[in-house]
């Protein structure tokens, strides 16, 4: 993982969530996907596991 912040499970619920919400509305996927992967949700975490996603977390 080339994060450069640690996220809490929440964080990454929140974020992964909020991606694949994006996703299953038409947002363009950001990495290669597996052939038959369709889930949005999967689609997702694939992303998180790859650094890919463009969501930061803002903390005080």
Known sequence: MGR?????????????????LQISMGAPILIE????MVDSLDIAMLEYEMDA????????
């Open 4 to 20: 450069s912040m640690r996220y809490t499970r929440f964080e990454k619920a929140r974020i992964i969530g909020a991606r694949a």
């Open 53 to 60: 996603i463009p969501i930061t977390v803002k903390r005080e």
């Open 33 to 36: 996907v597996p052939e038959g």
